[in-house]
């Protein structure tokens, strides 16, 4: 009796476990904060448990003064508008950068992140890649094992 009990606990820890999610740095700053410390990460840049896929950059300049940042931010999300991006309209340049791997979302928005192989390299032209196996295979990992774990726990009682 105390190994099905044993068993049940251990299939929940695997359980537990396997659904840890990502971590990403989580900050935002906009033209008329005084506040810029979101611009550069230091050890009291705020993080988070992120229950997405990517963790995210968006930086949006100004075409005029050029180079000044309109806004800026750090986060987490299941799906960004682009990966790997900039775009560019009559006011702004906005910057969209996604990566998969724990605090990711470090850099200053212009060069592309590479955490998780999003971005082949630095250079990376800006063209959205689809990145096989992404979605919600964790989930079904996760559903998966414990399905099985729960099957065989009750085939020994």
């Known amino acids: ?3 099905k009990i044993v068993l049940f606990v251990f299939a929940c820890v695997i359980g537990t476990t396997l659904g840890e999610g990502l971590r990403c ?3 935002g700053f906009s033209s008329v904060d005084s506040d810029r410390d979101c611009l550069t990460i230091t050890n009291d840049t705020r993080t988070v448990e992120c229950p997405h896929l990517y963790c995210t950059i968006l930086r949006q300049e100004f075409l005029d003064p050029v180079g000044q940042v309109a806004s800026f931010a750090r986060g987490c999300e299941s799906q960004p508008d682009f990966l790997n991006h900039e775009v560019t309209d009559s006011t ?6 996604a990566c ?3 605090l990711c979302n470090i850099g200053n928005g212009i060069q592309s992140v590479t955490g ?3 971005s082949p390299t630095p250079e990376y032209n800006g063209i959205n890649l689809l990145v096989p196996g ?4 964790a989930n079904i990992k996760i559903s998966l094992v414990m399905l099985l774990l ?3 726990v009750i085939n020994i009682i």
Do not use: E, P
């Open 1 to 3: 009796m105390d190994f």
């Open 134 to 137: 992404t979605g919600d295979a």
């Open 25 to 27: 740095y989580a900050c």
């Open 100 to 102: 998969t791997t724990d």
């Open 150 to 152: 729960s099957i065989f």
């Open 92 to 97: 702004f340049r906005t910057f969209y950068r």
């Open 116 to 118: 998780g192989n999003l």
